[in-house]
Nanobody, 118 residues
Framework: QVQLQESGPGLVKPSQTLSLTCTVSGGSITTDYHYWGWIRQPPGKGLEWIGYIDYSGSSTYYSPSLKSRISISRDTSKNQFTLQLRSPTPEDTAVYYC?????????WGQGTQVTVSS
């Protein structure tokens, strides 16, 4: 069974880049037809899709509302994928989740709280 674990700073300043890493175990991020992505949930709001990277690493999809500020990349040697969000604002404060989807099912990490504040 695939397991995912988010990691990164819990507090980010608006002048910094919000960077989160998802470490995958129990499966490979290069497994055919699997997708690796991020969602978030701001306080008091619903879930928001951020984006994903595919199993080949050559295809990414980003939410149109965040596209100008985000990038998702991967490190196959570490079986990790990373979210970077530039110029964060307090509106980016949320619980961030990484997840995977494919023929084997859909899995999510437990989530990590990120607060953007000066």
């Amino acid at each position: 069974q695939v397991q995912l674990q988010e990691s990164g700073p819990g507090l980010v300043k608006p002048s910094q880049t919000l960077s989160l890493t998802c470490t995958v175990s129990g499966g490979s991020i290069t497994t055919d037809y699997h997708y690796w992505g991020w969602i978030r949930q701001p306080p008091g709001k619903g879930l928001e899709w951020i984006g994903y990277i595919d199993y080949s690493g050559s295809s990414t999809y980003y939410s149109p509302s965040l596209k100008s500020r985000i990038s998702i990349s991967r490190d196959t040697s570490k079986n990790q994928f990373t979210l970077q969000l530039r110029s964060p604002t307090p509106e980016d404060t949320a619980v961030y989740y990484c997840g995977s989807g494919g023929l084997g099912g859909i899995y999510w990490g437990q989530g990590t709280q990120v607060t953007v504040s000066s």
